[in-house]
Each structure stands twice: as C-alpha cells, then as structure tokens.
C-alpha cells in the first residue's frame, strides 16, 4: 500500500506539510470560469506529444517572474498560493501560435481576452524543473488586445534569421535580458535559424545549458584562482555549498535528499553528477544540475579564473513543494555573491564542508575530491592538497 494512501494527510511520513492536502488548501480561494480578460505574462509550452503539442499563455495578473518573487521575499507558500491561482491556456499550437509570440516578445504583460471549451479545472501538480502551474483551461480561442512592449535587443535578435539559437542566447544574455525572458523567447519559437516551438520544460534547461557552455570557454583560457575557497546560501530550506579548488575547470555535483523530503520520504538520497571539458549526455540530476553549473561560471567568468568546483545541495524536508530549477540557480548566486571562507589546505575545506553539512557521507560519493587526491597537476604543488 503507498504511504500516501495510508496516510491521507495526517503526517505520517514526517514531512512538515503534505503536497497532497496543500493542492486542495490552495484551490480554496478558485473559483471556475469559462472566460478570462486580464493579464497575461508569459507562455507555457507542453512536451506531451512532442512534436505535436499544445500551448499557450499563463493567464494571472500576479507576477510570473522568480526574481520579482525574491525581491517580494515570496515565501514557498506564497508562490505555490500565486501559481494555483494561475490558469494555463491550452491549444493547438498552430492556433494559438500569433499569441503566445506577441506575449513572448512583451517585456511586460500583455491583456487579453480567452474563451474556454469548458469551465478551467484545477490541476495543481509539482514539478523538479518547473514552477507549478494550478488551473488548466482548453482554449477556444484567444486574442491579444496590447501591442508586445519590447526591449530593443530582444526585438533586433529575434529579428534575426541567420543567428544560431545558441547565438541568441548568448547575445540576449550579453544584453543583460535574464534567463526567465530568454526561456521564454526560445519556448515560443523566435529563436534560432530553422525555428520552432521548444516545450518550456526543455527550454528552461537548454537555456542555463547554453550560457553555462558559452561562459566555460571563457573561464578555459582564464588563470587559475590561487587559492581554496569555500561558499554557501540557502534559499527555501535548499543549502549550496560550493567548493572551489584552484586548477583547470572541472565542475562536480552532489545533490543529497534528506530522508522525509519531497523526492525521498523513506531514506536519504544522493546523487552525483560531473564533467571535465564538454559535458557528455543529459544529467542524471536533471535541470538542477545546469542551472546550478551557470551560477558557478557566472562567477569564475566576472573574476577571469579557472576553478575545480564541488557544489552540493542538501534539501531538507521544509523543501515540501518543489518550485523550479530556479530555485537552484538562485541559491548559488546567493551563494557566490557572499564573502567566501579562504583555505590553504584541501584538507581543511574538506572539513569545513562536512561541518556545515552535518556528516561526511557526501565525500565517499564525490570523484572529483578523489581524483583531486590522486591525481596531482601543476597547480597543485603551490598549495597543501
């Protein structure tokens, strides 16, 4: 019998809240309709079916932006309250394709007018890569009363047709639009030479995966950082420690799930990740491990040095509604944009992480420190490793 069935909310599992009980305290304050006129500030594109899948615009006159969420201090509750709150419009993608590239190509949100086939139903669900979504409405048509407000750079790029979409991350980026515009410019198709709709899910983890690639080869020319250093955050019960070695890039992950957290209710969970030069197939850590990848090169790429980076993310069970890989890449900015605790010996940074993680489990799981150990270069005789 699943614990869940057992339980039915009363606790038993240990967790500070359940998913389950939250998606009906959240839908609370719906009310079902057939028709909305409002806001619409971004767009949702489905991977089910692919390449034949359904889209459409978020439909919610709250914010639909991370960063303007941290500036709120939105607490884990707040977010899943404004994203059940949210409807997402879906149709046919040839249907509905004029709309969702005019609410793309707005840098703020656009009013429109959207009829349903149905009243929209709740359909709360939780999602490693993506933020929540709650309501889910099948479009019988839609029309954009605004005209798309857009930001020069975003409107000389996507009118661009020989820029490769790699390209146009890049130069986008350049441009200081964030990864949140981006994603969401690359899901409706406006990027690219041969374009098309990319499903939001693939979008969001090809975005960090492309700037990650673009600022790597700027830090593999760089110097490296002379000296050991250790940097941590947290941000929604999600700790980030990263550890920087001096040395040619290597990045490595370890992400440990607290037993009774969201993805691992009965024992703790780890799992590792890594690369040397390019990265070879997709993550077994999933989006997580891309997004926390771009943090660490944004800094190494702002101070022009080369590192070998250890990240670890321990969630604990406080995490109990996975909000998006954004999360992620947030916490590590957080985290590199504080006062870092220097080392001269691997040893002793070694130590420190295990204080501030509570254990030294991790270690046995991490190549990197291994290989670090057993494997001497030339920056290594410069210091106590």
Not at 153 to 160: F, L
Not at 212 to 234: H, K, M, N, W, Y
Request: some cysteine; hydrophobic content about 40%.
């Amino acid at each position: 019998m699943s614990r869940c069935a057992e339980c039915k909310g009363k606790g038993l599992c240990g967790r500070p809240k359940c998913p389950i009980v939250s998606r009906f305290h959240a839908s609370r304050s719906i009310r079902a309709a057939d028709t909305y006129m409002g806001e619409a500030p971004s767009v949702f594109v489905g991977s089910r079916g692919f390449p034949r899948m359904s889209a459409g615009p978020l439909l919610t006159g709250e914010p639909d932006s991370p960063k303007e969420w941290l500036r709120r201090r939105y607490s884990i509750d707040d977010i899943v309250g404004v994203r059940a709150r949210t409807i997402r419009g879906s149709g046919d993608l040839a249907s509905v394709q004029d709309a969702i590239h005019e609410v793309a190509l707005s840098s703020v949100p656009v009013d429109v007018e959207a009829r349903f086939n149905r009243p929209v139903r709740f359909d709360l669900s939780f999602d490693g890569t993506l933020a929540p979504v709650g309501m889910k409405g099948s479009l019988k048509d839609i029309a954009v009363l605004d005209n798309a407000k857009t930001e020069r750079p975003v409107d000389r790029v996507t009118s661009d047709n020989d820029l490769r979409a790699a390209d146009a991350v890049r130069v986008l980026y350049s441009e200081g639009i964030d990864e949140h515009r981006i994603t969401q410019l690359l899901s409706a198709g406006l990027l690219g030479v041969t374009r098309h709709a990319v499903p939001t899910r693939w979008a969001i983890t090809a975005v960090d995966d492309m700037l990650g690639v673009g600022l790597r080869a700027q830090i593999s020319c760089a110097p490296p950082l002379d000296i050991i250093q250790l940097f941590t955050a947290e941000l929604f019960s999600n700790r980030i420690i990263a550890l920087l070695i001096p040395g040619e890039w290597r990045f490595e992950m370890i992400e440990q799930w607290e037993k009774q957290s969201i993805w691992s209710p009965e024992a703790e969970t780890i799992i590792v990740d890594g690369e040397k030069g390019a990265k070879r197939g997709y993550s077994p850590i999933a989006g997580a491990y891309y997004s926390a990848r771009l943090g660490i090169a944004e800094y190494l790429a702002q101070i022009g040095r080369s590192a070998r980076v250890l990240v670890i993310r321990r969630i604990r069970s406080d995490y109990w509604a996975p909000l998006g890989t954004w999360v992620i890449r947030e916490a590590v900015r957080g985290a590199m944009h504080g006062q870092p605790e220097n080392f001269e010996s691997l040893d002793a940074g070694i130590e420190r992480t295990c204080q501030i993680m509570g254990s030294r489990q991790w270690l046995q799981h991490s190549t990197l420190i291994q290989e670090i150990r057993t494997q001497k270069t030339l920056f290594d005789f410069s210091l106590k490793l």
